[in-house]
């Protein structure tokens, strides 16, 4: 049994360093460069750094994605049961702060390693290297630059999965007369999770990689909103949407897939 579980993490791992990662590289990237295509950015990236330069910033992405699996999953199960017991407040208020509690907890461990990650997948030059993180990051003292999106965007990101997916939940429960869900049921209210997630945070995501990315302009949060939408109008924000709600559909697709494998374990 234990075996299987540290297959599953490693099978985790690989997924998220092979597909995953150049996914997200190029989201960001396209986040940056408002007037290239898909394809364009997918050019761009190669031409600048080759095929290593779709896995720029694979370590702290790594790093990230390995904290984040030891303290997600039990803080999301019972983190509202604890609060539930200390407070005893409304059911949704609960889930509302759990997310809260959540986000700043997350915003505190990752913050760093974004930073460095979005620098180094936007530092499209071939010489880049991690020698370029202490020149232009740890240097200059700006390791925490971005911090107040990455706030904003997890908080966001938390409290409308938490809500969102309660909701969706209660509306399956009620159409179906049933407390027990089907696997589909299951699948489809995630996808809905997903794509409310992402119209929420994909603004405050572009707004924080233009605050992280190499060519950056040390702008506050308010200033690089207002540049965004002073050169592109809204759609500035949503220049990423279609590369993140694959990414999304990806991610479930595989983690889904990774649970089936462990099930027929048991």
Known sequence: MEQLQYFSIMLNVFFMILIEHPLDTIKTNMQI????SFKEVILKIFKAKGLRGFYSGGIPSTAEYLSK??????LIILLPKF???LFNINHVYNLILSG???????????SPLERIKVFLMTFL????????VYKYIIKNKTLYQG???LILKQNTSWISFYLS??????FFKFFSQSNNLTSNQLLIGSIFTGLINTILI???DTIKSNMQKSQNTNLSFVAQAKQIYGSQGCSGFFSSFNIRLLQYITIRFFYNLIHNINSSGK
């Open 69 to 74: 699996h030891f303290y997600r999953i039990p």
């Open 83 to 85: 609060l539930n017991s």
């Open 147 to 149: 911090t107040t999106a």
């Open 202 to 204: 994909i603004p405050l």
């Open 165 to 170: 997916n309660y909701f969706i939940i209660e």
């Open 100 to 110: 809260i509690l959540i986000a700043n907890l997350e915003v505190f461990i990752i």
């Open 125 to 132: 030059n071939k010489d880049s290297n991690y020698k370029n």
């Open 33 to 36: 460069n408002f007037d290239l």
